[in-house]
C-alpha cells in the first residue's frame, strides 16, 4: 500500500502537541543561535536552518514525534564546507555553500525512494561511536577560540596552531562569560531543566550580565540578525569545484540520514511508536533542499529536542511544525534581541553539546568489551577528527566488516569435515558410520554445516587438498542453507578436479537456494567435456538429498574393490 507523502496532521493529542512543540522551541532556540554562528554562516542561518528544516522534516518524514533541526555533527560538516568554499570564492562561496545543503538533500531523497533506510543503520557500533566521538572532539576544540574572546580560525588543525597565542591572551570578560555559561549549563539541577532548559536560562543570564555588567567591554557580540522572511537563493556550481560540492553533499547526506535514524529509534522507545526510515529520509531530504534554499544550514533529527517534545506531551507532527512556527514567530520579532548576545555565551553553549556528543559510556567500557573495537572506535575518531568524515566511515566499516568475516569465517571453518573413516566427532548415524568403516577409507565425506560464505572458500579447499587417496566423494551440503558464490566456485572446483581424477562424486543438497546454485553452475558439463575428450565412459555426478543414500551408492561403486 502506497504510503502518503504528507503526513495527516491531527489534533487529537493537540494540548500534549502544542506543549511539546513550544518546549522543544525554547530549547532549541539558543542552539540554532549557536550552530549558526558557529557555522560562519550567522545566526540567522542557524534560525532559518531551524524552522525550515523543523517544518518540512515534520510535514513529510516518517517519525511523528521527532523534531529536526541543525544539529553538532551537521554543523560541523557545514562549518567545513563554508570554510573551504568561502577562502576560493569570497563572493560566491556562502551561495555555494547552501547548494551543497541543496545536494545533500536530494541525496537523502535518493536514498529514500531507493529503501536504504533499512541499511544505513547497519554501520557497526565502533564506527558509529567513533564518528559520534569525533565530532564531540571537533565541536569542543572548535569552540575554544570564541570561549577565550577571539574570532574562530576554521578547522582544526588551523585552531590547534593558533589556541597556544589565544590562551596566552585571552578576553577575560569573554573567557568570564563563557565559564559562567559552563556553571550554568552543567549545574542547573535536572528538575529545573525540565522546566527551563539549561541552554536558554544559560543564554539569558549571561547575556543580561554582559550587558548590566560588561556593556562597555569589547566583547564580540552577534550583533543585528535580519528580522524579515528569508530571500530565496539559487542554486550556484563552480564546475571546479562540482567534485568537492559532490563529495560535500554525500557527507551531509550519509551524516544527517544517520543521525536523524538513530534519533528515530531514540524517539521509537520513548514513545512507543514505529518509524518509517525511508519515509523519514525522504522529509529529511525535502526539508534540507528547501533550507538550502533559504539560506539554511543543513539539518537532522535532533536527539535532545525530540526526547524533550515527547516529554512535554508531543505525539503527532503537529508538535514539530508548532516548533518552527514559535521559532519563526521569534524570527519576526525578537531580531533587536539577539544582537547583545556574546558569542562566548554561545560558545559555552556549544561546549556543552559537544562534551555530550562524546560517546563516554562506550569509551570508559570499549577496552573491556574488545580491544580490537576499541581499536577501530578511536582509529575513526582520529580520521573524523584530522581527515573527514566520509574517510572514517568507509575505513571503520571496511575494517570492522573484514574482521567481522573473519570471526565468521572461522565459525564456517570449523563445520567443514573430512570424513573417511569412523570418527566420534561426526553427526553420522551408526549405519552411516558402518559404511565408512567398510570402504576402508575409499569413500571421502566432506561435510559442511550452516551458511557458507566467501570467507569459508579457502578453507573448503584446502581441507580436500589434505586428502587425496580416495575413490568416492560424497559432498554433503545437506545441513547449509545458503551458500555464496566464491563459495560455490570452491565447490565447483572440487567436483571439476574429482571428475579430473576419474573419482564419482555424489552431493548431498536439498531443495533450495543452494540447490538451485549448484544448477546453475552446470556441473554436469565437467563429465560432458571428458567424454569429449578421452571417449571412454567418465565418471558420473549425483544430486541427492540423502546422505545414507549417497553413501550406499559409493560403498556399492567401491564394492568389487572391498571384496577383494
Known amino acids: 500500500m502506497a504510503i502518503p507523502l504528507i503526513n495527516t496532521i491531527g489534533f487529537r493529542h493537540w494540548r500534549g502537541d502544542v506543549f511539546g512543540g513550544v518546549t522543544a522551541a525554547i530549547v532549541a532556540l539558543p542552539l540554532a543561535l549557536a550552530f549558526g554562528v558557529a557555522s560562519g554562516a ?49 563572493d560566491t562561496g556562502l551561495a555555494m555553500a547552501f547548494t551543497v545543503v541543496m545536494l545533500g ?48 580560525t576554521g578547522g582544526v588543525v588551523d585552531t590547534l596552531q593558533d589556541l597556544p597565542g589565544f590562551v596566552r591572551q585571552p578576553n577575560w570578560v569573554a573567557l568570564g562569560l ?16 525540565r522546566i527551563l532548559p539549561a541552554p536558554l536560562v544559560a543564554l539569558v543570564g549571561a547575556t543580561v550580565v554582559s550587558v548590566v555588567v560588561f556593556g562597555q567591554a569589547d566583547l564580540p557580540r552577534i550583533g543585528d540578525i535580519p528580522s524579515g522572511l528569508p530571500t530565496l537563493r539559487l542554486p550556484t556550481f563552480s564546475l571546479r569545484e562540482l567534485d568537492d560540492m559532490l563529495r560535500y553533499g554525500i557527507m551531509l547526506a550519509v551524516l544527517g540520514a544517520i543521525d536523524s535514524l538513530l534519533t528515530s529509534l531514540v524517539a521509537d522507545s520513548i514513545s512507543q511508536t514505529q518509524h518509517d526510515s525511508d519515509k523519514e529520509l525522504i522529509g529529511q531530504g525535502i526539508a534540507n533542499v528547501i533550507s538550502g534554499l533559504f539560506g539554511g544550514l543543513p539539518g537532522a533529527g535532533a536527539t535532545m529536542r525530540t526526547v524533550v517534545n515527547v516529554q512535554a506531551g508531543g505525539r503527532t507532527p503537529l508538535s514539530g511544525l508548532i516548533h518552527a512556527l514559535v521559532l519563526l514567530l521569534v524570527l519576526l520579532g525578537a531580531g533587536p534581541l539577539t ?76 563445520r567443514i569435515k573430512t570424513i573417511t573413516e569412523d570418527t566420534e566427532d561426526s553427526n553420522l548415524t551408526a549405519a552411516e558410520q558402518a559404511i565408512l568403516t ?37 559432498l554433503d551440503l545437506g545441513e547449509v542453507p545458503t551458500i555464496g558464490v566464491t563459495a560455490a566456485l570452491a565447490i565447483e572446483s572440487i567436483v571439476q578436479d574429482s571428475i579430473r581424477r576419474d573419482r564419482t562424486v555424489w552431493i548431498v543438497v536439498k531443495p533450495g537456494q543452494v540447490r538451485s546454485r549448484l544448477k546453475t ?44
Open 521 to 564: 553452475l552446470d556441473l554436469q558439463r565437467f563429465v560432458q567435456n571428458r567424454k569429449r575428450t578421452e571417449g571412454s565412459a567418465p565418471p558420473a555426478i549425483h544430486l541427492i538429498e540423502n546422505r545414507h543414500q549417497a553413501l550406499t551408492s559409493a560403498l556399492a561403486l567401491i564394492q568389487p574393490k572391498v571384496a577383494v
Open 178 to 193: 563563557g565559564l559562567l555559561t559552563l556553571v550554568i549549563v552543567f549545574a542547573i539541577p535536572r528538575r529545573l531543566n
Open 42 to 90: 550567522g545566526a540567522i542561518a542557524g534560525l532559518y536552518g531551524a524552522i525550515f528544516t523543523g517544518f518540512f522534516a515534520a510535514l513529510f518524514g516518517g517519525t511523528p514525534t521527532q523534531v529536526s533541526g541543525p544539529t553538532g555533527p551537521m554543523t560541523v560538516v557545514i562549518t567545513t564546507v563554508i570554510a573551504a568554499l568561502v577562502a576560493r570564492y569570497p
Open 438 to 474: 567398510r570402504s576402508e577409507g575409499d569413500i571421502l565425506l566432506f561435510q559442511l554445516g550452516g551458511p557458507m560464505s566467501f570467507g569459508a572458500a579457502k578453507s573448503i579447499s584446502r581441507r580436500l587438498s589434505f586428502v587425496r587417496d580416495y575413490q568416492a566423494l560424497v
Open 105 to 152: 538533500g536530494v541525496l537523502q531523497i535518493l536514498f529514500g525512494l531507493m529503501r536504504l533506510g533499512q541499511y544505513i543503520t547497519l554501520l557497526p557500533y565502533t564506527v558509529i561511536s567513533g564518528f559520534m566521538s569525533g565530532i564531540g572532539v571537533i565541536i569542543v576544540l572548535l569552540q575554544l577560540p570564541p570561549l577565550l574572546g577571539h574570532a574562530a
Open 339 to 414: 544582537a547583545q548576545i556574546p558569542n562566548a555565551v554561545l560558545a559555552g553553549i556549544l561546549l556543552k553539546v559537544g562534551i555530550d556528543i562524546l560517546d563516554w559510556g562506550f569509551i570508559k567500557r570499549a577496552p573491556k568489551i574488545s580491544l580490537k573495537g576499541t581499536g577501530i572506535m578511536y582509529m575513526v575518531l582520529f580520521l573524523t577528527v584530522f581527515i573527514d568524515l566520509i574517510t572514517a566511515v568507509l575505513v571503520g566499516a571496511f575494517v570492522a566488516n573484514m574482521l567481522t568475516i573473519k570471526r565468521l569465517s572461522d565459525v564456517q571453518s570449523s
